[in-house]
Structure formats: C-alpha cells, structure tokens
C-alpha cells in the first residue's frame, strides 16, 4: 500500500517510520487505537475527491449518487449500534460535533455545566482557551474530594445554583461509570437541555459493557476514533423515546424532526462547508465492525485489560485515581512517587512506552506538569494483548518510574518493551 508513495521519498520514509514506532512501542495513551485494514483502505479512498455539500439526497453538487450510498450506511450503521433515533456523521472531529451541538442549542452567554477540564473534562466543556468557555459562561463540576467520583449531590447543587441552560455529561480522563439518569433527574429540576459526549467509551457502550447515554440524554455527541477504533472524526446522535422512565421531554414525532433538522443545518452549514466523504466511509466501515459478533470480545478485553493494569499498578503502589476503573482507562496519581506527569511521560518516552501526562483532581501543578499519567488500553488490546501482558507493562511502566533518570535502565526496559511488541505484529500488510 505504501508504493504509492515511491514518488515521494520523503514522505515514505515518515509513513515507515511511524509504523516502526506503532510497531516497536507500547501505545497506551486513552484516546488513541489502530483501524483496521478495511477503515484505512475507505479513509485513503477515492472518495476523497468528492465534494457534497448537504445531505444524502439533498446535496449541492452533483454526481453524489454513491457517496449518499456510504453516507446512508454511515447512519443507519450507526442508529443500530446505538439504537438511536437520528445520526449525523459529518462532524469532522468530536471538537465540531459538541461545537455544533452548543451552538444549536444555546445563545452566546448562556451557562454550561460540564465536568472541570482539571477533574477530567475535556477542553469543549468549557475550557476558557476554548469556544466553549469564550462564548458561553461555563461551569466546572468537580468531582468528590474523598472518593474522587462524581458526587451527584454536588452537581445537583451547582445545578440549582448557576441554572444553567445546558448540562454536559461525558470526560476525557474519568475511569468511573456515568448515572445518566441522575443526571436527567438534575437536567429535568433546572430545565436544562442534558448532553453527553461518550467519545471515550463510546465502543463499551455500543455493546452494552456501560450504561447508555441515549437513553436520558437530549443528544449524544462522541469521536470515531478511541474505544469506537474508526477513522479520525465526530458524530451526534438522538436516542430513541423509549418509555422514559421519567416521563420526560418526548423525542418522538415533531420534536424529533425539529432536533435533527436543527443539528443538521448547525453542522453544514452552520459550522462545516464540504463533509469528508472518505472519513465518513470509513466511518461505515468501523461501525459495521462494530456490528459484528467480534468487537463484543475486544471490547470486553479492552475492560478486563484495564481493570488488570490498574490492579497490578496499584501492587507497586501506584495511586489510581477513584480507586480503579471500570472502562478502559485509569488516571495514576504520581505524588507518592515523586515524579511529576511530565516527567514520567518523558521517561516513558524513552522507554518505549507512550502514554500523557494529566492533572489530577485538585492537582497542585500547571497543565504542563501535572502529578498525573493517563493510561489507556484499547490500543495494546487490539495488538491482541490480554492480561498477561498487562501483567508484563505493569511491571515495565514501574522500572521506567522508578528508575526514570537512569539512561541504561531505561534502554534496557525499551528493549523489554520492543521485545514483547514483536509478538503482536501490526501494519505488517502495509510495508
Ligand atoms: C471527551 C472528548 N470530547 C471531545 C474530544 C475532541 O475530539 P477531537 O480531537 O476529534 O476534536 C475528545 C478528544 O480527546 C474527548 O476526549
């Protein structure tokens, strides 16, 4: 696949040496994982070409008769898996899908309530260097200073208080499972619209490994790119009506069609010009893997896994924030260890095994230091690593920390690390 790029030396020799790196070092950053064969054949496809400004069957250009075919598989694909109601797959990233979500429901100035950036949240819940906290006045919930969980109480509370117009559910570094139906209980008291961005653990949820948002939430946001292991892109979603439980807000019938019709001028062209035809292929691709039988096995690996690192993290006294994990990550608490983020992730680095640094609640250092690493398992388990090997980088990860100044430990931990990542070979079809 990679002749292609015989024309331009240059370039094949980055592309060979990023697959030399995924190949000889252990990915366990979050947010990352390795498509498949297939997604990376439909993101590198033909489709690239096409402009298609609009919807399947309603589109300004023409000549969009089989990109309405992927889109259309895109969709439906997606509403099974999620049993949702409404898709838009054209958001090119998470960051544009929250983007077309807020500005579709909200005026400028209005209140959003999301989880603190420094306690988890991601940047578009809020973050004053980000649209979400320039346009909108956005609130923080913190998460319990004891156990470190959400605390319902709490956000109840901010809730009553600050009345904000929209609640945000959903975090980048949370390693906990998410009460969305007390969430919608605190949405319905103040009136607010209830969002989650599931990006992470959107491929848990597809196979009912977490609650689903889509049952309480108004719309769902996530990435394709993490747990869900697409092509790098966002997309929203509506949940069916089912007989909610709380006998709140129908989305049946009108209410519905006004919600879809609404997101979908927000996305194109309220925020986005010419969707990314190939993207969303690949997108179809990726969720019919997820359909299939397989993905239920790797996505309950990619929990057995976690759950197994942190357990045998903690056996060398690392801290895990929360206690554990029941998703696919975990936050490491490194102040008893000495060592800040930032320096761990550099030791890491060199010993072949990538992970990012985070803050931790109430952490006491700046974004660039933080006392925090965050460690991920969907890559290494889409290598086929189970718990053995976790077993194994539990036990590197702790030499590399321990021994994070010492140069030759840290070579001979790499060496461990390329040693173990030869048995799980990956893109070798590619060289
Ligand atoms: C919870 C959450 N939402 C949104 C995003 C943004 O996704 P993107 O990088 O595709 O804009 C991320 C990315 O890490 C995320 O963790």
């Known amino acids: 696949m990679l002749n292609y790029l015989n024309s331009d030396p240059e370039i094949l020799e980055v592309a060979k040496l990023e697959i030399g790196r995924l190949q000889n070092n252990l990915e366990l950053i979050a947010s990352e994982n390795f498509v498949s064969l297939a997604v990376l054949s439909a993101t590198g496809s033909v489709l690239t070409n096409k402009y298609a400004e ?12 089989y990109v309405d075919m992927a889109e259309e598989l895109a969709r439906e694909r997606a509403k099974k898996i999620f049993k949702a109601e409404y898709a838009n797959v ?5 960051s544009q899908a929250n983007m077309g979500v807020f500005m579709a429901l909200l005026n400028p100035g209005d209140t959003i309530l999301g989880l603190s950036l420094d306690h ?15 346009i909108y006045r956005a609130v923080g919930y913190p998460l319990n200073k004891e156990t470190q969980t959400l605390d319902y109480n709490i956000i109840e509370d901010l809730a009553v208080k600050e009345k904000p117009k929209l609640i945000i559910a959903g975090a980048s570094a949370y390693s906990r499972e998410w009460d969305y139906k007390k969430f919608r209980e605190i949405a319905d008291r103040v009136g607010a619209f209830l969002v989650c961005d599931m990006s992470h653990p959107a491929g848990l ?26 092509p790098r892109g966002g997309m929203i979603l509506i949940g069916k009506d089912k007989e909610n439980p709380l006998g709140i807000k129908t989305l049946k019938g009108d209410r519905l069609k006004l919600m879809s019709e609404i997101f979908d001028s927000m996305i194109m062209p309220g ?4 969707p990314l035809m190939h993207v969303i292929m690949a997108k179809a ?17 990619v929990i057995k896994n976690a759950k197994q690192l942190s357990n045998k ?17 975990m936050l490491l608490d490194l102040s008893n260890k000495n060592i800040s983020g930032k320096k761990a992730e550099k030791a890491l680095e060199i010993a072949g095994i990538t992970v990012n640094k985070n803050m931790i609640p109430f952490d006491t250092k700046s974004p660039f230091v933080t006392s925090g690493i965050r460690i991920g398992t969907p890559a290494v388990t889409t290598r086929g690593m189970k718990e053995n090997e976790m077993d194994v ?17 840290l070579n001979s931990v790499k060496k461990d690390v390329n040693e173990l990542c030869s048995k799980f070979p990956l893109y070798k079809e590619l060289l």
């Not at 054209?90 to 998470?94: D, F, I, K, L, M």
């Open 393 to 409: 980088i539990a036990g590197l990860i702790n030499k590399a920390v321990e021994n994070n100044e010492n140069e030759d430990i």
């Open 313 to 329: 993290l903690s056996e060398y006294e690392f801290k895990i924030i929360s206690g554990g994990t029941d998703n696919h990550l």
């Open 54 to 65: 609009g919807y399947p069957g309603k589109r300004y250009y023409g000549g969009c008769e």
């Open 271 to 274: 925020i986005q010009g010419g």
């Open 90 to 94: 054209q958001p090119h990233s998470g």
């Open 205 to 230: 949820i597809a196979k009912g490994l977490l609650n689903s948002p889509l049952d309480y939430c108004d719309v769902v946001t996530s990435t394709t790119h993490k747990t869900l292991r697409g």
């Open 285 to 301: 691709v990726a969720f019919g893997e997820v359909l299939d039988d397989s993905f239920d096995a790797y996505a309950k690996q």
């Open 120 to 134: 988890g949240g991601h940047l578009t819940h809020g973050s004053p260097v980000n649209f979400s906290g320039q």
